[in-house]
Protein backbone atom coordinates (compact mmCIF):
# COMPACT_ATOMS: atom_id res chain seq x y z
CA UNK A 1 0.00 0.00 0.00
CA UNK A 2 0.83 3.63 -1.17
CA UNK A 3 1.11 4.61 3.42
CA UNK A 4 2.68 1.48 4.28
CA UNK A 5 5.58 2.01 1.15
CA UNK A 6 5.73 5.54 2.26
CA UNK A 7 6.54 5.03 5.83
CA UNK A 8 8.74 2.20 5.12
CA UNK A 9 10.69 4.14 2.73
CA UNK A 10 11.09 7.38 5.18
CA UNK A 11 12.38 5.32 7.94
CA UNK A 12 14.76 2.75 6.12
CA UNK A 13 16.22 5.54 4.10
CA UNK A 14 16.58 8.23 6.48
CA UNK A 15 18.43 9.20 9.82
CA UNK A 16 15.78 11.11 12.37
CA UNK A 17 16.97 13.47 14.31
CA UNK A 18 15.00 14.46 17.50
CA UNK A 19 14.97 18.39 17.87
CA UNK A 20 12.80 18.84 21.22
CA UNK A 21 9.98 16.46 19.84
CA UNK A 22 10.46 17.87 16.25
CA UNK A 23 11.32 15.18 13.66
CA UNK A 24 13.64 16.12 11.06
CA UNK A 25 14.47 13.59 8.30
CA UNK A 26 18.04 13.70 6.64
CA UNK A 27 18.42 11.46 3.56
CA UNK A 28 21.51 9.44 2.63
CA UNK A 29 24.73 10.00 0.83
CA UNK A 30 23.22 11.60 -2.46
CA UNK A 31 21.24 14.22 -0.13
CA UNK A 32 23.33 14.15 2.75
CA UNK A 33 23.63 17.71 4.69
CA UNK A 34 26.76 20.26 3.69
CA UNK A 35 27.55 22.81 6.33
CA UNK A 36 25.36 25.44 4.48
CA UNK A 37 22.39 23.43 4.39
CA UNK A 38 23.04 22.79 8.72
CA UNK A 39 23.10 26.76 9.45
CA UNK A 40 20.32 27.34 6.78
CA UNK A 41 18.67 24.61 9.69
CA UNK A 42 19.83 26.24 12.23
CA UNK A 43 19.10 29.95 11.10
CA UNK A 44 15.11 28.72 10.38
CA UNK A 45 14.95 27.06 13.61
CA UNK A 46 16.01 30.41 15.22
CA UNK A 47 13.71 32.09 13.52
CA UNK A 48 10.51 29.54 14.08
CA UNK A 49 11.62 30.99 18.41
CA UNK A 50 12.22 34.30 18.27
CA UNK A 51 9.07 34.79 16.10
CA UNK A 52 6.64 33.31 18.52
CA UNK A 53 4.83 34.94 21.49
CA UNK A 54 6.27 34.68 25.07
CA UNK A 55 4.91 31.49 26.15
CA UNK A 56 5.90 28.62 28.36
CA UNK A 57 5.41 26.39 25.39
CA UNK A 58 8.12 28.68 23.36
CA UNK A 59 11.22 27.54 25.44
CA UNK A 60 10.00 23.77 24.79
CA UNK A 61 9.03 23.65 21.70
CA UNK A 62 12.13 23.90 19.21
CA UNK A 63 15.81 23.98 20.32
CA UNK A 64 18.77 24.93 18.21
CA UNK A 65 21.06 22.03 18.81
CA UNK A 66 20.55 18.49 18.14
CA UNK A 67 19.34 16.07 20.83
CA UNK A 68 19.74 11.60 20.45
CA UNK A 69 17.21 9.96 18.80
CA UNK A 70 14.13 9.12 20.95
CA UNK A 71 13.58 5.88 22.14
CA UNK A 72 9.92 5.60 20.49
CA UNK A 73 10.12 3.98 17.32
CA UNK A 74 10.29 6.33 14.21
CA UNK A 75 6.93 5.04 12.86
CA UNK A 76 5.68 6.76 16.38
CA UNK A 77 6.69 10.52 15.32
CA UNK A 78 3.67 12.89 15.28
CA UNK A 79 5.06 14.10 11.61
CA UNK A 80 7.40 12.04 9.09
CA UNK A 81 8.92 13.86 6.92
CA UNK A 82 10.87 12.99 3.46
CA UNK A 83 12.94 13.94 0.39
CA UNK A 84 13.21 11.63 -2.15
CA UNK A 85 15.88 10.82 -4.64
CA UNK A 86 13.18 12.73 -7.43
CA UNK A 87 13.10 16.28 -5.57
CA UNK A 88 9.37 15.20 -4.21
CA UNK A 89 9.30 16.20 -0.79
CA UNK A 90 6.74 14.48 1.34
CA UNK A 91 4.57 15.43 4.65
CA UNK A 92 3.20 12.77 6.40
CA UNK A 93 0.83 13.43 9.55
CA UNK A 94 0.98 10.57 11.34
CA UNK A 95 -1.38 10.79 14.51
CA UNK A 96 -4.30 8.00 13.30
CA UNK A 97 -5.82 7.39 16.59
CA UNK A 98 -6.18 11.01 16.52
CA UNK A 99 -7.47 11.30 13.12
CA UNK A 100 -4.24 13.21 12.72
CA UNK A 101 -5.55 16.00 14.56
CA UNK A 102 -2.73 18.85 14.49
CA UNK A 103 -1.13 20.16 17.20
CA UNK A 104 1.76 23.13 17.64
CA UNK A 105 4.41 20.51 18.03
CA UNK A 106 3.12 19.06 14.55
CA UNK A 107 2.68 22.85 13.26
CA UNK A 108 6.13 23.94 14.27
CA UNK A 109 7.49 20.87 12.13
CA UNK A 110 5.50 21.50 8.75
CA UNK A 111 6.75 24.67 9.29
CA UNK A 112 10.67 23.79 9.70
CA UNK A 113 10.46 21.29 6.50
CA UNK A 114 8.41 23.87 4.43
CA UNK A 115 10.97 26.83 4.96
CA UNK A 116 13.61 24.81 4.33
CA UNK A 117 12.07 23.16 1.53
CA UNK A 118 11.63 26.63 0.03
CA UNK A 119 15.24 27.01 -0.32
CA UNK A 120 16.50 24.20 -1.27
CA UNK A 121 17.06 23.55 -4.95
CA UNK A 122 16.81 20.04 -4.62
CA UNK A 123 13.04 20.41 -3.59
CA UNK A 124 11.09 20.14 -6.46
CA UNK A 125 7.35 19.96 -5.00
CA UNK A 126 5.62 19.06 -1.68
CA UNK A 127 3.28 16.21 -1.13
CA UNK A 128 1.30 16.30 2.29
CA UNK A 129 -1.00 13.49 3.16
CA UNK A 130 -2.13 11.51 6.73
CA UNK A 131 -1.80 8.09 8.06
CA UNK A 132 -4.40 5.59 8.56
CA UNK A 133 -6.94 5.73 5.61
CA UNK A 134 -9.47 7.34 7.88
CA UNK A 135 -8.51 10.92 8.09
CA UNK A 136 -6.29 13.50 6.37
CA UNK A 137 -6.67 15.56 9.34
CA UNK A 138 -9.81 16.13 11.40
CA UNK A 139 -9.11 19.43 12.70
CA UNK A 140 -7.16 20.91 15.37
CA UNK A 141 -6.67 19.26 18.84
CA UNK A 142 -9.61 20.56 20.38
CA UNK A 143 -9.48 18.34 23.69
CA UNK A 144 -5.57 19.44 24.34
CA UNK A 145 -7.83 23.10 23.89
CA UNK A 146 -10.60 22.51 26.03
CA UNK A 147 -8.03 21.68 28.95
CA UNK A 148 -5.92 24.46 28.85
CA UNK A 149 -9.00 26.61 28.56
CA UNK A 150 -10.46 25.02 31.40
CA UNK A 151 -7.14 25.64 33.74
CA UNK A 152 -7.54 29.51 32.40
CA UNK A 153 -4.40 29.28 30.52
CA UNK A 154 -5.80 31.52 27.51
CA UNK A 155 -2.44 32.86 26.83
CA UNK A 156 -1.25 29.09 25.55
CA UNK A 157 -4.44 28.46 23.71
CA UNK A 158 -3.55 31.86 21.59
CA UNK A 159 -0.28 31.04 21.21
CA UNK A 160 -1.12 27.65 20.11
CA UNK A 161 -3.55 29.26 17.31
CA UNK A 162 -0.37 31.76 16.32
CA UNK A 163 1.42 28.03 15.36
CA UNK A 164 -1.67 27.39 13.36
CA UNK A 165 -2.54 30.55 11.53
CA UNK A 166 1.14 30.88 10.54
CA UNK A 167 1.41 27.46 9.30
CA UNK A 168 -1.55 28.38 6.87
CA UNK A 169 -0.33 31.96 6.06
CA UNK A 170 3.34 30.02 4.94
CA UNK A 171 1.27 27.26 2.75
CA UNK A 172 -0.27 30.14 0.45
CA UNK A 173 2.84 32.50 0.49
CA UNK A 174 5.89 29.20 -0.42
CA UNK A 175 6.62 29.34 -3.97
CA UNK A 176 7.32 25.48 -4.40
CA UNK A 177 4.42 23.56 -5.95
CA UNK A 178 2.23 22.01 -2.81
CA UNK A 179 -0.19 18.86 -3.54
CA UNK A 180 -2.34 17.91 -0.64
CA UNK A 181 -3.95 14.44 -1.12
CA UNK A 182 -7.22 14.97 1.11
CA UNK A 183 -8.05 11.43 1.13
CA UNK A 184 -10.65 11.13 4.36
CA UNK A 185 -11.95 13.26 6.72
CA UNK A 186 -10.49 16.46 6.72
CA UNK A 187 -12.01 19.31 8.93
CA UNK A 188 -10.88 22.59 10.75
CA UNK A 189 -7.15 22.81 10.82
CA UNK A 190 -6.98 20.04 8.31
CA UNK A 191 -8.27 22.76 5.89
CA UNK A 192 -5.96 25.21 6.94
CA UNK A 193 -3.41 22.47 5.68
CA UNK A 194 -5.00 21.93 2.08
CA UNK A 195 -6.75 25.02 0.69
CA UNK A 196 -3.92 27.72 0.39
CA UNK A 197 -1.98 25.63 -2.21
CA UNK A 198 -2.85 24.99 -6.23
CA UNK A 199 -3.25 21.23 -5.62
CA UNK A 200 -5.80 19.45 -3.65
CA UNK A 201 -7.05 16.39 -4.41
CA UNK A 202 -9.84 14.75 -2.85
CA UNK A 203 -10.93 10.94 -3.13
CA UNK A 204 -14.16 8.44 -2.77
CA UNK A 205 -13.19 8.93 1.23
CA UNK A 206 -13.02 12.19 1.50
CA UNK A 207 -15.65 13.95 4.12
CA UNK A 208 -14.84 17.69 4.28
CA UNK A 209 -16.63 19.96 6.84
CA UNK A 210 -16.04 23.48 9.07
CA UNK A 211 -17.66 22.52 12.55
CA UNK A 212 -16.14 25.43 14.40
CA UNK A 213 -20.02 26.98 14.80
CA UNK A 214 -20.64 24.32 16.53
CA UNK A 215 -18.34 24.39 19.33
CA UNK A 216 -18.37 28.14 19.60
CA UNK A 217 -15.74 29.18 17.71
CA UNK A 218 -15.53 30.28 13.75
CA UNK A 219 -15.13 29.67 10.49
CA UNK A 220 -11.03 30.04 10.22
CA UNK A 221 -8.36 27.98 9.20
CA UNK A 222 -7.82 30.96 5.99
CA UNK A 223 -11.92 30.20 5.86
CA UNK A 224 -12.15 34.18 5.74
CA UNK A 225 -10.10 34.22 2.30
CA UNK A 226 -11.48 31.43 0.40
CA UNK A 227 -14.95 30.94 1.69
CA UNK A 228 -15.98 34.21 0.09
CA UNK A 229 -13.84 33.12 -3.35
CA UNK A 230 -15.86 29.94 -3.20
CA UNK A 231 -18.69 30.13 -5.58
CA UNK A 232 -21.49 32.12 -5.58
CA UNK A 233 -23.12 31.96 -1.72
CA UNK A 234 -21.68 28.42 -1.11
CA UNK A 235 -19.16 29.76 1.27
CA UNK A 236 -21.10 31.04 3.79
CA UNK A 237 -23.61 27.95 3.35
CA UNK A 238 -20.45 25.45 3.78
CA UNK A 239 -18.91 27.75 6.76
CA UNK A 240 -22.59 28.34 8.63
CA UNK A 241 -24.37 24.72 8.35
CA UNK A 242 -21.43 22.96 9.21
CA UNK A 243 -22.52 20.51 6.35
CA UNK A 244 -20.15 17.75 5.55
CA UNK A 245 -19.11 17.42 1.93
CA UNK A 246 -18.54 14.07 0.84
CA UNK A 247 -15.93 12.84 -2.40
CA UNK A 248 -17.09 14.17 -5.71
CA UNK A 249 -18.88 17.14 -4.46
CA UNK A 250 -15.55 18.33 -2.36
CA UNK A 251 -14.65 18.47 -5.82
CA UNK A 252 -17.32 19.96 -7.65
CA UNK A 253 -17.84 22.75 -4.68
CA UNK A 254 -14.17 24.09 -5.80
CA UNK A 255 -12.47 22.65 -2.26
CA UNK A 256 -10.66 19.81 -4.51
CA UNK A 257 -8.74 20.87 -7.48
CA UNK A 258 -8.92 17.11 -8.59
CA UNK A 259 -10.88 13.82 -7.90
CA UNK A 260 -8.98 10.81 -7.85
CA UNK A 261 -9.76 7.05 -7.14
CA UNK A 262 -7.77 5.60 -4.28
CA UNK A 263 -7.20 2.66 -6.75
CA UNK A 264 -4.88 4.97 -8.44
CA UNK A 265 -3.18 6.89 -5.37
CA UNK A 266 -0.13 4.82 -6.21
CA UNK A 267 0.15 4.88 -10.26
CA UNK A 268 -0.07 8.84 -9.40
CA UNK A 269 2.72 9.31 -6.65
CA UNK A 270 5.21 7.05 -9.36
CA UNK A 271 4.01 9.59 -12.11
CA UNK A 272 4.86 12.49 -10.10
CA UNK A 273 8.21 10.98 -9.21
CA UNK A 274 8.92 10.14 -12.45
CA UNK A 275 7.96 13.86 -13.37
CA UNK A 276 10.01 15.11 -10.85
CA UNK A 277 13.46 12.94 -12.13
CA UNK A 278 13.00 14.45 -14.95
CA UNK A 279 12.64 18.19 -14.48
CA UNK A 280 15.72 20.22 -13.31
CA UNK A 281 14.36 22.67 -10.73
CA UNK A 282 10.90 23.03 -9.48
CA UNK A 283 8.19 21.45 -11.34
CA UNK A 284 6.06 23.09 -13.78
CA UNK A 285 2.49 23.71 -11.98
CA UNK A 286 0.57 22.81 -15.11
CA UNK A 287 2.82 19.40 -16.00
CA UNK A 288 1.67 19.12 -11.99
CA UNK A 289 -1.65 19.59 -13.27
CA UNK A 290 -1.58 17.19 -16.48
CA UNK A 291 -0.46 14.00 -14.47
CA UNK A 292 -3.07 14.18 -11.76
CA UNK A 293 -5.85 14.71 -14.85
CA UNK A 294 -4.29 11.25 -16.08
CA UNK A 295 -5.35 9.54 -13.15
CA UNK A 296 -8.48 11.83 -12.58
CA UNK A 297 -12.06 9.95 -12.16
CA UNK A 298 -14.27 9.44 -15.14
CA UNK A 299 -17.35 12.16 -13.60
CA UNK A 300 -19.69 10.94 -15.56
CA UNK A 301 -19.70 7.57 -13.90
CA UNK A 302 -19.59 9.57 -10.11
CA UNK A 303 -22.67 10.73 -8.61
CA UNK A 304 -23.72 14.73 -9.60
CA UNK A 305 -23.34 17.50 -7.65
CA UNK A 306 -25.82 17.28 -4.83
CA UNK A 307 -25.52 21.15 -4.17
CA UNK A 308 -26.25 22.01 -8.09
CA UNK A 309 -29.82 21.77 -10.00
CA UNK A 310 -32.49 23.77 -7.47
CA UNK A 311 -30.13 23.83 -4.85
CA UNK A 312 -27.38 25.98 -5.97
CA UNK A 313 -29.96 28.99 -6.71
CA UNK A 314 -31.53 28.32 -3.13
CA UNK A 315 -28.19 28.96 -1.53
CA UNK A 316 -27.28 31.82 -3.32
CA UNK A 317 -31.22 33.03 -2.65
CA UNK A 318 -30.65 32.40 1.10
CA UNK A 319 -27.32 32.91 2.24
CA UNK A 320 -26.22 36.26 -0.33
CA UNK A 321 -27.66 38.56 3.12
CA UNK A 322 -25.54 40.55 5.22
CA UNK A 323 -27.28 38.94 8.61
CA UNK A 324 -28.11 36.24 10.06
CA UNK A 325 -31.63 37.11 11.39
CA UNK A 326 -32.02 37.63 7.02
CA UNK A 327 -30.54 34.89 6.26
CA UNK A 328 -33.36 32.84 8.90
CA UNK A 329 -36.26 34.36 7.19
CA UNK A 330 -35.14 33.50 3.82
CA UNK A 331 -35.08 30.12 4.61
CA UNK A 332 -38.11 30.03 6.41
CA UNK A 333 -39.77 31.69 3.04
CA UNK A 334 -37.81 29.03 0.56
CA UNK A 335 -40.73 27.96 -1.91
CA UNK A 336 -38.56 25.65 -4.08
CA UNK A 337 -35.67 23.80 -2.02
CA UNK A 338 -37.95 23.13 0.58
CA UNK A 339 -36.71 20.03 2.60
CA UNK A 340 -33.25 21.13 1.93
CA UNK A 341 -34.31 24.72 3.97
CA UNK A 342 -35.54 22.82 6.54
CA UNK A 343 -32.45 21.01 6.94
CA UNK A 344 -30.63 24.15 7.20
CA UNK A 345 -32.68 25.61 9.24
CA UNK A 346 -32.13 22.35 11.70
CA UNK A 347 -28.01 22.52 11.72
CA UNK A 348 -28.25 26.28 12.00
CA UNK A 349 -30.45 25.68 15.43
CA UNK A 350 -27.78 23.99 16.75
CA UNK A 351 -24.76 26.19 16.49
CA UNK A 352 -23.40 29.22 19.19
CA UNK A 353 -25.76 32.39 17.77
CA UNK A 354 -22.65 34.49 18.43
CA UNK A 355 -20.30 32.46 16.63
CA UNK A 356 -22.51 32.43 13.61
CA UNK A 357 -22.53 36.22 13.67
CA UNK A 358 -18.73 36.33 13.74
CA UNK A 359 -18.55 33.82 11.37
CA UNK A 360 -21.01 35.99 9.01
CA UNK A 361 -19.15 39.31 9.81
CA UNK A 362 -15.69 37.69 8.63
CA UNK A 363 -17.06 36.48 5.46
CA UNK A 364 -18.18 39.84 4.38
CA UNK A 365 -15.18 41.34 5.89
CA UNK A 366 -12.63 39.07 4.62
CA UNK A 367 -13.84 39.45 0.79
CA UNK A 368 -12.06 42.84 1.07
CA UNK A 369 -9.34 41.74 2.46
CA UNK A 370 -5.89 40.50 1.35
CA UNK A 371 -4.84 37.21 2.05
CA UNK A 372 -2.35 38.33 5.11
CA UNK A 373 -4.70 40.20 6.46
CA UNK A 374 -7.21 37.75 6.46
CA UNK A 375 -5.10 35.77 8.44
CA UNK A 376 -4.38 38.47 10.70
CA UNK A 377 -8.14 39.20 11.51
CA UNK A 378 -8.37 35.41 12.35
CA UNK A 379 -5.44 35.50 14.67
CA UNK A 380 -7.11 38.23 16.58
CA UNK A 381 -10.53 36.82 16.70
CA UNK A 382 -9.40 33.97 17.77
CA UNK A 383 -7.67 35.43 20.42
CA UNK A 384 -11.03 36.98 21.48
CA UNK A 385 -12.99 34.11 21.50
CA UNK A 386 -10.98 31.36 23.21
CA UNK A 387 -11.17 34.01 26.04
CA UNK A 388 -14.93 33.90 26.29
CA UNK A 389 -17.23 30.98 27.55
CA UNK A 390 -18.50 29.69 24.61
CA UNK A 391 -15.47 27.78 23.41
CA UNK A 392 -15.37 26.35 26.59
CA UNK A 393 -18.96 25.36 26.42
CA UNK A 394 -19.42 24.58 23.18
CA UNK A 395 -16.20 21.59 23.42
CA UNK A 396 -17.58 20.57 26.96
CA UNK A 397 -20.92 19.67 25.39
CA UNK A 398 -19.58 18.26 22.60
CA UNK A 399 -16.67 16.39 24.01
CA UNK A 400 -17.20 15.55 27.12
CA UNK A 401 -20.68 15.73 28.41
CA UNK A 402 -22.27 15.00 24.08
CA UNK A 403 -25.56 17.33 24.76
CA UNK A 404 -26.98 20.34 23.66
CA UNK A 405 -24.38 23.15 24.72
CA UNK A 406 -25.87 26.28 27.32
CA UNK A 407 -24.78 29.44 24.70
CA UNK A 408 -24.62 32.73 26.13
CA UNK A 409 -26.53 34.59 24.12
CA UNK A 410 -29.12 31.64 23.58
CA UNK A 411 -30.35 33.36 20.31
CA UNK A 412 -29.81 35.48 17.47
CA UNK A 413 -31.89 38.00 18.48
CA UNK A 414 -30.10 38.41 22.40
CA UNK A 415 -26.55 38.41 20.10
CA UNK A 416 -26.33 42.09 19.18
CA UNK A 417 -24.41 42.42 15.88
CA UNK A 418 -22.86 45.80 17.13
CA UNK A 419 -21.68 44.85 20.20
CA UNK A 420 -19.79 41.50 18.16
CA UNK A 421 -18.24 43.87 15.91
CA UNK A 422 -17.17 46.26 18.68
CA UNK A 423 -15.69 43.45 20.88
CA UNK A 424 -14.30 41.37 18.19
CA UNK A 425 -13.41 43.48 15.35
CA UNK A 426 -12.42 46.78 16.37
CA UNK A 427 -10.64 46.04 19.07
CA UNK A 428 -6.97 44.89 18.45
CA UNK A 429 -5.17 42.18 20.66
CA UNK A 430 -1.74 42.93 22.52
CA UNK A 431 0.13 40.55 19.76
CA UNK A 432 -0.63 40.33 16.35
CA UNK A 433 0.12 37.10 13.74
CA UNK A 434 3.82 36.86 13.26
CA UNK A 435 3.78 35.36 9.78
CA UNK A 436 7.16 33.26 9.06
CA UNK A 437 8.05 34.72 5.71
CA UNK A 438 6.51 37.52 3.43
CA UNK A 439 3.99 36.86 1.12
CA UNK A 440 -0.17 36.90 0.88
CA UNK A 441 -0.27 40.25 -0.32
CA UNK A 442 -2.71 38.85 -2.85
CA UNK A 443 -6.60 39.76 -2.93
CA UNK A 444 -8.07 36.93 -5.50
CA UNK A 445 -7.56 33.59 -5.09
CA UNK A 446 -4.33 32.23 -7.27
CA UNK A 447 -5.47 29.12 -7.89
CA UNK A 448 -8.65 28.62 -9.70
CA UNK A 449 -7.17 27.53 -13.07
CA UNK A 450 -7.42 24.16 -12.04
CA UNK A 451 -10.44 23.95 -10.62
CA UNK A 452 -13.61 23.58 -12.50
CA UNK A 453 -16.15 26.27 -13.67
CA UNK A 454 -18.28 28.18 -10.97
CA UNK A 455 -21.93 27.72 -11.26
CA UNK A 456 -22.64 31.22 -11.58
CA UNK A 457 -19.95 31.28 -14.36
CA UNK A 458 -21.92 28.40 -16.61
CA UNK A 459 -25.31 30.10 -15.97
CA UNK A 460 -23.95 33.29 -17.03
CA UNK A 461 -22.55 32.10 -19.75
CA UNK A 462 -25.51 29.85 -20.69
CA UNK A 463 -27.65 33.07 -20.99
CA UNK A 464 -25.13 34.30 -23.47
CA UNK A 465 -24.77 31.23 -25.57
CA UNK A 466 -28.50 30.35 -25.48
CA UNK A 467 -27.60 27.18 -26.32
CA UNK A 468 -27.12 24.28 -23.71
CA UNK A 469 -25.09 21.82 -25.72
CA UNK A 470 -23.05 24.88 -27.01
CA UNK A 471 -22.62 25.73 -23.24
CA UNK A 472 -20.79 22.35 -22.27
CA UNK A 473 -18.90 22.62 -25.39
CA UNK A 474 -17.36 25.71 -24.71
CA UNK A 475 -16.43 24.96 -21.16
CA UNK A 476 -15.03 21.87 -22.51
CA UNK A 477 -12.65 24.11 -25.11
CA UNK A 478 -12.35 26.67 -22.56
CA UNK A 479 -10.66 23.89 -19.55
CA UNK A 480 -9.05 21.21 -22.07
CA UNK A 481 -11.34 19.08 -21.45
CA UNK A 482 -10.66 18.46 -17.57
CA UNK A 483 -12.49 15.63 -16.05
CA UNK A 484 -15.49 17.10 -13.75
CA UNK A 485 -16.62 20.12 -16.43
CA UNK A 486 -19.20 17.87 -18.01
CA UNK A 487 -20.76 16.88 -15.05
CA UNK A 488 -20.72 19.67 -13.49
CA UNK A 489 -21.92 22.00 -16.39
CA UNK A 490 -24.81 19.53 -17.29
CA UNK A 491 -26.09 19.40 -13.48
CA UNK A 492 -26.21 22.95 -13.25
CA UNK A 493 -28.21 23.80 -16.18
CA UNK A 494 -30.21 20.35 -15.31
CA UNK A 495 -29.57 18.57 -18.60
Not at 141 to 166: C, H, P, S, V, W
Request: glycine content about 8%.
Amino acid sequence: MLLGRFLSSAIRTSQLTKVSGMTINSTESSHSATTTAAQRLLAVQKRLVSSSPASKFSHTTIATHHHPVSNKGDGDAEVLTHQHPSGICEILLNRPKNLNAINYTMCDIICERLLTWEKSDACKAIFVRGNGGKAFCAGGDIKALLDLAQEGRNDDITYIFNRQYRKDHLIGSIQKPYIALIDGITMGGGVGLTMNGPFRIATENTVFAMPENSIGLFSDASASFWMPRLDGSLGPYIGLTGKRLRGADVFYAGIATHYVPTKHLDSLESALKELASQSQGSLDQNAINAVIERFSADMEQEAPFSLGGDIYPAINRCFNHETMEEIIAALKNEKVAVDWAKETLDRLSGMSPTSMKISLQLYHTGARLSFIDCMRLEYQLAGKCLAGSEFSEGTRATLVTRTKPNWNPPTLEEADANEIKRHYFDAPLDTSLTPLCEGGNYMEYPHTRYMLPKCSDILDMADKIGNKENTVKYFLEKYNGKQGVRTKVMCVLKM
